[in-house]
């Protein structure tokens, strides 16, 4: 990539192969080849949009967004700022999905109140590759989520969730490193960068 | 997609970033970006084949079938008219594949009898996000298949599956709803739309 | 695709709809549409690089390997000759993966040795389709990995993994097909081209 200017702080980058018909993307967010952010998507600043992905209109993005390549990303799908989406990553919003042109069926998809469900994804979290996300979850900040999991239920803050279908298997940090439990047996401290967390009530929270 | 008429009965929408080399495309069709329907597949009437999805030669589509994005469907694989096939959900068609320019197992690959199996997937079936599903297959009318599975074996109609390997977890209405037991427990009625059928040996059918 | 000239031993083709940026293409290599071959990447002869595929720079392939639709290969991924990948495997190369504009972690993204590790695929393996390869991985030749599975430890020589995470659950011959005990009890032979093989502390070693 070295022959494109990709770290210009105000320039959106759009690659000749990309289609962005998006008018609400941030300064210095970079879509790649073969992605394509619709009509009525929002994008923030410093967003980089991975090759193939799909931006729906009506899903909404933080900034500096971290989206790799083939994600699929729908209408009513919110990633906060400093989400990371791994390679594959494939979001949901119908929870019974059939063909919307059956005869059965055509007439609960005139309205999308009648099928659609929202999934937020919370400030700094990572989604892992091919993870799917059920329709309708909301995923805490800092959380993390493994490769191929299905994410069934709402993930905690700071929660590594693994699996399928995906079950809590510890904690991580704001920098990513697992937690590991402290002298305290009610203290974590992060192996890495030293931030101090408490478990309360079943959950981390950051001293 | 507001710009693009997208309700035509008749117009095969191609959008320009397609690729379309099928002249067995039925009318109604639309066929979105850097989606790519191969000569010799075979595609019905009012589909929609989602972004990047690959019909392979071979393929057979009935009417109003849904493919979302990046769905990949390779000869051999049939699906019947008001399938819905969610976003990334991969079909196959060798249960051994090596790649075939090894010296080892080239004359394997001179014929598609030596290792080609066949895909059925019935009239109303619904595939969830990223589903697989293992080639020699066959999948009963309505049924559903839960996002994330990988389904190793045969699926009986209404029947829903979830997991990997996928098992089965219920069973669903023509609308998509679970079916509920019944007051007398061969009976099961549709919650949604009071459809009503029974089991009779293991299955579920439509009274 | 009969139109297109794809067994010219020497005749490097990409598709007019492909982006190939790598000046170390092997001779007889097709590229096919919407593939991405970055610059820096290295691929051998007579490979096959399906749609939608992605190759980062940093990425190795050897001579005659197949790579089916959406596979993504990134900077630290090495495939050795005769490997086929399926359709939709992810290799990763972060096991904590965070947005790297992220302003607690930008100071990590600033050099590779931080985050980046090695995967490596070795002669004749097969990779079923969406299989997903956390990264540091090693996979022995003429391995075969299930469809849909999760690798998250090493692979030996011929072993079958299947499941998420994926486990040992036999072994394959060269030629792919399922090894039989034979009488034996340590000698296996192969059901399809009788090539023999023994057990030996632990690992199946061609005779």
Redesign the interface.
């Known amino acids: 990539?070295?022959?494109l200017p990709t770290n210009d702080p105000v320039l959106i980058l759009v690659h000749p192969?990309a289609?962005c018909e998006s008018d609400t993307v941030g300064d210095g967010t970079r879509i790649w080849?073969?992605a394509?952010v619709?009509?009525g998507s929002i994008v923030g600043r410093?967003c980089?949009i991975g090759?193939?992905v799909?931006v729906e209109g009506g899903a909404i993005l933080g900034d500096?967004?971290?989206v790799?390549?083939?994600c699929?990303i729908w209408d009513g799908v919110h990633l906060a700022d400093?989400?990371?989406v791994?390679?594959?990553v494939?979001f949901?919003n119908d929870l019974?999905?059939?063909?919307?042109?059956?005869p059965?069926?055509a007439a609960?998809y005139q309205s999308k109140a009648n099928w659609l469900l929202e999934t937020h994804v919370e400030r700094?979290v990572?989604l892992?590759?091919?993870a799917?996300v059920?329709p309708g979850i909301r995923i805490g900040e800092f959380a993390?989520v493994g490769?191929?999991a299905?994410v069934t239920r709402d993930v905690l803050p700071h929660q590594l969730v693994l699996?399928?279908p995906a079950r809590a298997a510890g904690w991580?940090c704001?920098?990513?490193?697992?937690l590991l439990p402290g002298t305290d047996r009610d203290l974590v401290a992060c192996p890495q960068c030293a931030v101090r967390f408490r478990l309360e009530e079943g959950r981390v929270v950051r001293e």
Chains 1, 2, 3 share one sequence.
Not at 96 to 102: I, T
Request: hydrophobic share 40%; proline share 5%.
């Open positions: 990539m070295a022959n192969q289609l080849a073969f394509h619709m009509r410093q980089n090759e193939g799909y500096r967004v971290t790799k390549n083939q699929l400093d989400v990371f791994g390679p594959g494939v949901t019974r999905p059939r063909s919307p042109r059956m059965e069926v609960r700094g990572s892992g590759a091919r799917v059920l993390m490769a191929a299905l699996g399928q991580v704001v920098c990513g490193a697992r």
